[in-house]
């Protein structure tokens, strides 16, 4: 009778260990905060003016820069495995972000908005104890993709022209695989993005 109890309990031991083995744990990625939970206010166009002045006529020059914008993440990553110990800590690698923009539809035109792609390296090793947060900056606005998709709203007759082109949601989904359990993780984070013709700081240009 004993030597059936003990059997028992070795094959229900064994059988948990398998089990815990085979436990894929989701969402164990995730994003603490994007720009510090705040909007992100996106400049099309910084300008400039000068004059110079020949022969008693001045001449006033304008120009104009289209800047990328970058935003700061944090990210965290809790995986305990099956609770065996292991030589290496688990580490999510963030190898893709997928950035999608939904207008909020201020005008009956809102701007045609291309979902962005990046390519990104950044490391977040794991902490059991989930204290651990990952910080790093990206940029999920390029000048090009700026330009491209708010080509017919850059006014560059009127520099000092101000006012808010649209209000657009971006949802920022972080992709990659954790290099020790060898299996895909996934995060996603959302920010609000004010697009528009802001004041600009002549001090400031190219900044």
């Keep these: ?9 070795t094959v229900l031991a064994a059988g948990s260990l398998l089990v815990m083995a085979g436990c894929q744990r989701d969402a164990t990625l995730r994003v603490v905060s994007i720009n510090n939970g705040n909007a992100l206010r996106s400049d ?5 003016q000068y004059s110079i002045t020949e ?10 820069q289209v800047m990328p914008d970058s935003l700061k993440v944090e990210l965290q990553y809790v995986e305990i495995g ?3 110990p292991t030589w290496t800590p688990y580490e999510a690698l963030i190898s893709e972000v997928t950035v999608k923009f939904t ?3 201020l005008t009956d035109d809102p701007p045609p908005y291309e979902e962005v792609r990046i390519s990104l390296s950044q490391s977040c090793v794991a902490d059991a104890s989930g204290k651990t947060i990952t910080t790093f900056y990206m940029t999920p606005i390029s000048a090009a993709w700026k330009q491209k998709v708010f080509v017919d709203f850059i006014d560059e007759d009127d520099p000092y022209y101000t006012d808010i082109i ?3 949601e971006a949802r920022i989904t972080f992709s990659g695989y954790d290099s020790v359990a060898g299996r895909s ?4 984070g959302t920010v609000p993005v004010e697009f ?11 900044k």
Excluded: C, Q, W
């Excluded at 009778?1 to 309990?9: A, T």
């Design 1 to 9: 009778m004993r030597r059936s109890l003990l059997g028992l309990l």
């Design 44 to 48: 099309l166009s910084d300008f400039y």
């Design 55 to 64: 022969d008693d006529e001045t001449e006033v020059i304008t120009l104009y």
């Design 82 to 84: 099956a609770g065996l």
């Design 103 to 105: 207008s909020k539809n």
């Design 166 to 168: 649209d209000l657009a």
């Design 185 to 188: 993780v996934r995060a996603v």
């Design 196 to 206: 528009g013709n802001f004041f600009d700081d002549p001090s400031r240009f190219g």
